[in-house]
């Protein structure tokens, strides 16, 4: 069995080793340093580590200053207050402004379990999304971590790094490297294509690994970055199979599941299931109660497609029957 | 400070005053009774306090000025415009689709803006965060903060005002722009900031409070502000909202109406253009 590592912890991790490199790179966070990771930050790099108590808009505005200033900030609290409390901030200081921000988010989703629905952020993707200047990095595994925070360190402007607190197997092999708004093909399929993120990507290969026993092949695609999102790949598997789902732990109006459909239904019309949270907050429970409640499981995508490929054009051929 | 030097700075602010009525009469909407407020305060820092290059904006080592009243941006354009950073006749611009003169400071599209402001309540944290940078990076450079005495309202401005004593950020110095009157009326009604100087005592900032509109006054209260170590100071500056324009002065409708074609002579015959309607020398 592969070790879980929570994104969050990779953060801290990445955030580490781009402090070693990156004299510039500066971190924030709104008193919750032991959960989001950057304590490990503030720990050896004391100098370059702001904790601004809770106050969510003060930590994205002084972030903005420190960017004006030349610096690669890092502002870190729980998605749900990075996003939602703070969105001003972010809008006018930081997106409008084009400043160098990096706001990593942690706690993302329903994953945030017992603490409840006031907690469980199922629109930060949206919200960042809608703003103009800002990428959107979901990573699957620890290796896109790692990848989304370089990423977001070597390039010029306002980055949402998306995290879950919940530990998630790894999705890539040694060869991995992460190319921003490049979605991964993690399995090749002709008759449905599974495009997901964050935890829901190693969900997607389980449930790819069971259609296959029933004779549908289908793609999965890591797409680690929400926003410039991978047209490319999402035409070409909408051309290709004729049938799609998407797979998010997030609301399902305006994140991953909102643009694949907003780029389908302009390129290449087909139907989309989109598995994420349906017009609700979430409440507590345990993390995998809630996976399950939301069907944001295998089985719940197993089910998703099955049901999407009975809407695919009839002039498609069905999905071929198992072989051997 | 010698009395000559007083006048000509005085003598700025009125042309500077006069650039605000014109560039606001020809846009035709816009701020005027809070730019005309500011329009003392904001000359002694163009044009006597911050160390500033115009022909190079960007400078790392620059003092930095955040107007975080952000819609006063008539009288941070005019004196951006006298200073040199780019042509006065650009000021008739203002608010015009494809200017670089924003209803609101843009700082990627006018040299010379640091910040870009507009929604209030944000600026201050800005100016944490640059001065946090400076020091980091062993530069000297002073920030300037301009706030509304109604944009104080916002919460953000006390998380920033915590943060910033918390640091001790004693190269942050605040003006707080204290003409009373906002929006909707005075700020004693609206909701009051008061006791405004006790407030910024007891979040543990180095306070003055001074006549906004006497120029000897402002440079003195910079230069006490400038020798206070570890603390953030702020200079509260009792001002007349629409300063300088009879008709503007203390009424709150001129907070966010711009002077008709008529208004606009009379008002720069107040201030004692002798040419009328242009505002060039």
Known sequence: MTKKTATREAYGKALVELGRQNGRVVVLDADLSKSTKTAEFARVFPERFFNVGVAEQNLIGTAAGLAAAGKIPFASTFAVFATARAFDQIRNSVAYTGLNVKIAATHAGVTVGEDGGSHQSVEDIALMRSLPNMTVFVPADEAETFGAVRAAAGMEGPVYIRLGRAGVPPVHGENFRFVTGRAVMLREGGDVAIIAAGIMVSAALEAAAALAADGIEARVLSMHTVKPLDAGAVVAAAKETGALVTAEEHGIMGGLGGAVCEVVCAECPVPVRRLGIPDVFGESGAPGELLEKFGLTSAGIVRAVKEVITFRSPSRTPPSPPSG | ?281
Not at chain 2, 150 to 170: C, T
Not at chain 2, 247 to 265: C, I, L, Q, R
């Open chain 2, 1 to 281: 400070m010698g009395k000559r030097e007083i006048d000509e700075l005085k003598s700025r602010a009125g042309e500077i005053r006069k650039d605000i009525i014109s560039m606001l009469g020809r846009a035709g909407s816009g701020h005027p009774g809070g730019s005309l407020s500011a329009a003392d305060i904001v000359t002694a820092l163009y044009f006597k306090v911050m160390r500033i290059d115009p022909q190079n904006p960007g400078k790392p080592g620059r003092d930095r000025f955040i107007l975080s009243k952000g819609h006063a941006a008539p009288v941070l354009y005019a004196a951006l415009a006298q200073r040199g950073y780019f042509p006065r006749e650009e000021l008739f611009s203002l608010r015009k689709l494809g200017s670089r003169l924003q209803g609101h400071p843009d700082m990627k599209k006018l040299p010379g803006v640091d910040m870009s402001t507009g929604s209030l309540g944000q600026g201050l944290s800005v100016a944490n965060g640059i001065a946090l940078a400076g020091r980091l990076d062993g530069l000297d450079y002073r920030v300037y903060v301009l706030l509304g005495d109604g944009e104080i309202q916002e919460g953000q401005i006390w998380e920033a005002a915590m943060a910033a004593a918390h640091y001790r950020l004693d190269n942050i110095t605040a003006f707080l722009d204290h003409n009373g009157m906002q929006i909707d009326g005075p700020t004693g009604e609206v909701m009051s900031p008061e006791p405004v100087a006790d407030k910024w005592r007891s979040f543990g900032w180095d306070v003055q409070v001074i006549d906004g509109h006497d120029m000897g006054r402002i440079l003195e209260a910079v230069e006490k502000a400038l020798a206070v170590r570890g603390k953030p100071q702020i200079i509260i500056a009792g001002t007349v909202k629409g300063k300088g324009v009879s008709f503007m002065e203390n009424k709150v409708e001129w907070h966010g109406v711009a002077p008709n074609a008529d208004e606009t002579v009379k008002a720069l015959s107040e201030l004692g253009d002798r040419g009328g309607m242009v505002c060039h020398d």
